[in-house]
């Protein structure tokens, strides 16, 4: 049958085309890039849990690095060089005021411009952990110890170190020494005994950190009240993914010597990419991630807590385009700054 008005012929091209698009996106593997913290971590747990879901249900195929510090990923994300990792909504905003760790770097608020959120998680407390054996009962007795606080530069050590300087006024370099190391290399020289304190984010309770405990006696140590009125502390809260939480008696079992529960900082994280991500595989990574939030939910406990009730808690960058089709569709309210410019 002959069309006879050229809107239809121009509608129908336009299915036919989506279509083929479609039937081309399905046959075929999609290699993605993707960038994940230390093995044993929270984002590092979440992220081969992604990956399995993904490459089960979606015609991918997840290429993931380990060990990344999401500074160097999201810097990566926004020159198109990642297409999946595990961000920060501190660093998103450090990147783009230009400040923090992006002080130095004019380019950073541009390159932000490249940035997307697929979804946001809470990522879990702050451990700060000391041996036993060493003494060490509060943040102020770690004077002139060697301490591991996060790599150089990284979001989570910007945070550990207003942490200390907020509970006790010491700085780095001249009250205690800071090791210069990675996640891995961190802790394990905590484990040998190589630093007296060990302080990163990751869930609750940590499947690394258990291993740790398991050989020795640990203590958490907990943030004074008054040290969340410091000007140091005041600053990090302030700042978007920051929440206050609460380290368990016990959690850890024998080898935990806290006798109560300990304040610290909780933080939120993101899944990330990057602006050119093709708005359909945005789509389908969304819509199967919260299609099979089952199976996250039985891989480990702390991710219980994701859910599409919270997928845009503390977002500060706009959605993957694809990614916000699936939130409007399911009818989640998406604030105007979250939404591209690519599709205003």
Do not use: C
Not at 92 to 120: D, Q, V
Not at 303 to 317: K, P, Y
């Amino acid at each position: 049958m002959k069309l006879k008005h050229p809107l239809i012929r121009w509608a129908s091209g336009l299915v036919l085309l989506a279509t083929a698009s479609l039937a081309s996106y399905a046959n075929a593997d999609t290699n993605l890039r993707m960038h994940t913290a230390q093995p044993g971590s929270s984002p590092y747990v979440f992220s081969v849990t992604l990956q399995s879901v993904l490459q089960k249900h979606l015609p991918v195929r997840i290429n993931m690095t380990s060990s990344m510090a999401s500074t160097r990923s999201t810097l990566d994300a926004a020159k198109g060089q990642v297409d999946l990792y595990i961000g920060s909504q501190s660093i998103n905003h450090f990147m783009s005021t230009g400040t923090g760790m992006f002080s130095k770097m004019s380019s950073a608020p541009e390159l932000f411009k490249n940035i997307r959120t697929i979804m946001s998680f809470p990522l879990g407390p702050y451990h700060i952990m000391v041996h036993e054996k060493s003494g060490i009962r509060s943040l102020k007795d770690i004077k002139d110890r060697r301490v591991f606080i996060g790599p150089p530069g990284g979001a989570a050590t910007l945070v550990a170190l207003s942490i200390i300087e907020g509970a006790t006024g010491y700085k780095a370099g001249e009250d205690y020494e800071m090791a210069k190391l990675d996640w891995n290399s961190g802790q394990q020289a905590f484990q040998d005994g190589q630093v007296d304190m060990y302080i990163g984010p990751t869930q609750l309770p940590s499947a690394s950190i258990e291993q740790v405990v398991l050989l020795q006696k640990i203590r958490f140590l907990g943030i004074p009240e008054e040290a969340f009125d410091s000007e140091p502390m005041k600053q990090v809260m302030s700042l978007p993914g920051r929440t206050v939480a609460e380290i368990p008696a016990g959690i850890y079992g024998e080898n935990q010597t806290n006798e109560g529960p300990v304040k610290t900082v909780g933080t939120w994280v993101t899944l990330g990419t990057q602006k050119d991500l093709d708005p359909e595989l945005g789509y389908q990574i969304t819509k199967t991630i919260f299609e099979n939030l089952q199976t996250f939910h039985d891989a480990a406990k702390f991710m219980d807590t994701i859910t599409l009730e919270n997928a845009l808690n503390q977002v500060n960058t706009p959605l993957q385009a694809g990614a916000l089709r699936y939130y409007r569709e399911i009818g989640l309210d998406v604030p105007d700054t979250m939404v591209p410019p690519e599709v205003r």
